[in-house]
């Protein structure tokens, strides 16, 4: 006879978790309480959300080894980009996926050409980036209030052509929303409305130790008409997104009236070389502009 080893962090977690999901009663009350019960609904929606379950806890949390993940410090780079919206509605339009695939393609882009600019190694590598997405179900297009989660991207890095580049991630974008994986996602974040404080406890040690992504890359649309404020045109915007312990990147991206702008928050030591990014992501949408012949 030889004893079981010791469960690691990850699998204590997932087991809790899942002996909570097997209460029928909570289970099913939070399920009933999501949707307006049709049997239908009520089954799709909980096979999107054991799948997407079945998706993260079973995909492997690790993200690779970045230069941004250290432990940042109170000091903050910060650098611009922006560009025509109807560039990326070009690329769009001529190679295939969505606007956001186009922004993150341009992302991938660009941490290519500032990892080639540092001489670290690119080949075959990619970077996991944290991507919200809305969750919102073609029967609650109406409905008020957010549902939003986040899919974890893996972000080709390696040297490709432009197009390449756009094809992989359209396709890995596809298949997470396809699969519930956003679904088991939100249903994780919101489960402080029943989980026992033992597995926030046991989630908080284990997000602290675990690197779980490597970047943030939050798109979110802004209006496309021109906007005032006490009678002053408003002529550009670029969002700023805080970054995370152990994690000294985040891009967002927002528009308005018609220009697509990057904001670049970074550790100031985490990025010295910040400017190189930012002309990176211009220089990368340029790419992609160029493979879709525009």
Same mark, same amino acid.
């Given at each position: 006879?030889?004893?079981?080893?010791?469960?690691?962090? =990850?699998? =204590?977690?997932?087991? /809790?978790?899942?002996?909570?999901?097997? #209460?029928?009663?909570?289970? =099913?009350?939070?399920?009933?309480?999501?949707? @307006?019960?049709?049997?239908?609904?009520?089954?799709?929606?909980?096979?999107?959300?054991?799948?997407?379950?079945?998706?993260?806890?079973?995909?492997?949390?690790?993200?690779?080894?970045?230069?941004?993940?250290?432990?940042?410090?109170?000091?903050? $780079?910060?650098?611009?980009?922006?560009?025509?919206?109807?560039?990326?509605?070009?690329?769009?339009?001529?190679?295939?996926?969505?606007?956001?695939?186009?922004? =993150? /393609?341009?992302?991938?882009?660009?941490?290519?050409?500032? +990892?080639? #600019?540092?001489?670290?190694?690119?080949?075959?590598?990619?970077?996991?980036?944290?991507?919200?997405?809305?969750?919102?179900?073609?029967?609650?297009?109406?409905?008020?209030?957010?549902?939003?989660?986040?899919?974890?991207?893996?972000?080709?890095?390696?040297?490709?052509?432009?197009?390449?580049?756009?094809?992989?991630?359209?396709?890995?974008?596809? #298949?997470?929303?396809?699969?519930?994986?956003?679904?088991?996602?939100?249903?994780?974040?919101?489960?402080?409305?029943?989980?026992?404080?033992?597995? #926030?406890?046991?989630?908080?040690?284990?997000?602290? $130790?675990?690197?779980?992504?490597?970047?943030?890359?939050?798109?979110?649309?802004?209006?496309?008409?021109?906007?005032?404020? /006490?009678?002053?045109? @408003?002529?550009?915007?670029?969002?700023?997104?805080?970054?995370?312990?152990?994690?000294? @990147?985040?891009?967002?991206?927002?528009? @308005?009236?018609?220009?697509?702008?990057?904001?670049?928050?970074?550790?100031?030591?985490?990025?010295?070389?910040?400017?190189? +990014?930012?002309?990176?992501?211009?220089?990368?949408?340029?790419?992609?502009?160029?493979?879709?012949?525009?």
């Amino acid at each position: 006879w030889k004893p079981e080893r010791t469960p690691d962090s =990850l699998e =204590l977690l997932a087991d /809790a978790l899942f002996d909570e999901i097997a #209460h029928p009663i909570q289970g =099913l009350a939070e399920l009933a309480q999501r949707t @307006l019960a049709t049997p239908s609904r009520v089954a799709r929606q909980a096979g999107e959300l054991v799948g997407g379950l079945l998706q993260i806890l079973g995909g492997g949390m690790i993200a690779p080894s970045s230069p941004f993940n250290r432990m940042v410090g109170p000091n903050r $780079r910060f650098a611009m980009a922006d560009a025509p919206v109807q560039t990326f509605k070009d690329v769009k339009n001529a190679l295939g996926g969505t606007v956001n695939d186009v922004v =993150l /393609a341009t992302v991938a882009g660009a941490l290519y050409r500032l +990892l080639r #600019h540092r001489k670290e190694p690119t080949r075959g590598r990619v970077l996991r980036a944290m991507v919200p997405v809305s969750v919102r179900a073609d029967d609650q297009k109406s409905t008020l209030g957010n549902r939003v989660s986040s899919i974890f991207v893996d972000l080709p890095v390696g040297p490709m052509g432009a197009k390449r580049r756009l094809a992989m991630i359209r396709e890995t974008t596809k #298949h997470l929303k396809e699969s519930g994986y956003a679904v088991g996602a939100e249903f994780l974040m919101n489960i402080g409305s029943w989980a026992p404080p033992t597995i #926030h406890a046991m989630a908080a040690r284990l997000a602290a $130790r675990t690197r779980v992504m490597n970047l943030v890359v939050s798109n979110v649309p802004g209006p496309q008409v021109p906007m005032y404020i /006490a009678g002053a045109r @408003l002529l550009a915007q670029y969002p700023v997104m805080p970054i995370a312990e152990a994690m000294g @990147l985040s891009i967002a991206v927002t528009s @308005l009236a018609g220009t697509m702008a990057f904001g670049i928050t970074a550790d100031w030591d985490t990025l010295p070389d910040i400017d190189v +990014l930012a002309q990176a992501l211009e220089d990368s949408l340029a790419e992609l502009r160029k493979a879709a012949g525009k």
